[in-house]
């Protein structure tokens, strides 16, 4: 069994933004030398998604109104979690609307994905340095 | 170590459908030869969901109408994707609300459920052919 | 390639609950002997969630409020699976809102979570005892 780590380095200059990550886990797929197996992406960050949608901007729009509209950042004294000095709760909910990780298919040294498949790390309090862990097993 | 792929075809007749897929995954398993291990079961399209959840039908009745009420369809005009002459942004939001895919433990030979555990194909713009990846690894 | 099979039991007080699991996950880890693998973990009902977010007790008290909003306990006449005699459909869509299962990477024998990733178990139909799947591959 053959297994590979990496990191991958983000930096979002907008609280909300979608960053498309496929060719970089692909990437990683080739430098793990693995053939058959699975590929974990997720972030390092509590407040962040890694997820698999199109790859359109008119929809990373439609993400960012839909989780605000589910999860709205004002007031901030309606979480609890602001209590702490923190305005970021509403990043936590958002995040868990889209989900924190995907597990991807490797098959033949490559990610197994349909037609319109690609990555995404959306993040939802950025501005800062952010890392998105990528682990593989397989053989 | 095992590795083994297999495409799940669907062809669903309503818009949105749940299709209880249990015993065909169960059935991949089988013919993977994997004892333990891990099984990755994902839509390869992005306006559907993969999920674990309880085998009756007045819950997919209600799946469709909550997903229907925190994303709805009407009207087309408030998603921007919908500008790019899709009318589908609403199933692309419902997915993800459902989950793109499930990771199921393996042990035995089996998939490892608890007892009430089924595994469902959820489509969100269906009326077309559709196909559900697993993928198996282990030993 | 080794593998590791492991039930963590809970018992919640209240109907709804999150435990923080971290440590019993990683213990675990620990009893696999696995140093680089993959870790899945999930309940093996199908009215709770296995997620990672912060250890922050303001923030689930935030996720009690949020998950009510969206999928609201009453009236229970709402829900067509409430017909079967069950009043737990809302249970059902809360669990599916937190995602039923997380997937985590092993690095030199330990989890692989950033800084403030922890594990917890949220339970939305409690006050029995309920049981988590930790399913370890590797080496």
Redesign the interface.
């Known amino acids: ?1 053959k ?1 590979y ?1 990496e990191e991958i380095r983000v930096h979002t200059k907008r609280t909300i933004e979608f960053v498309r990550i496929t060719d970089r886990v692909r990437e990683a797929v080739r430098k793990s030398g693995v053939n ?3 590929c ?1 992406v ?5 407040t962040a998604s890694v ?4 790859n ?1 901007s ?2 990373w ?3 960012e109104q ?1 989780t605000e509209r ?2 709205p950042h004002e007031p901030i004294s309606q ?6 000095g923190e305005d970021n ?1 509403d990043a ?2 958002k995040r ?10 490797i ?1 033949n040294g490559d990610l ?6 690609e990555v995404f790390y959306g993040e939802f309090d950025g501005r800062r340095d952010k ?1 998105i ?1 990528v ?1 593989i ?3």
């Open positions: 069994m297994s780590r058959e197996g699975l974990l997720n972030p390092m960050h509590i997820f698999v949608n199109d359109e008119g929809l729009h439609d993400f839909w589910l999860a979480y609890r979690h602001n209590l702490t709760a936590h909910l868990t609307l889209m989900g924190r990780e995907t597990t991807l298919a098959t197994d994905l349909g037609t319109w498949e890392r862990l682990k097993i397989g053989e």
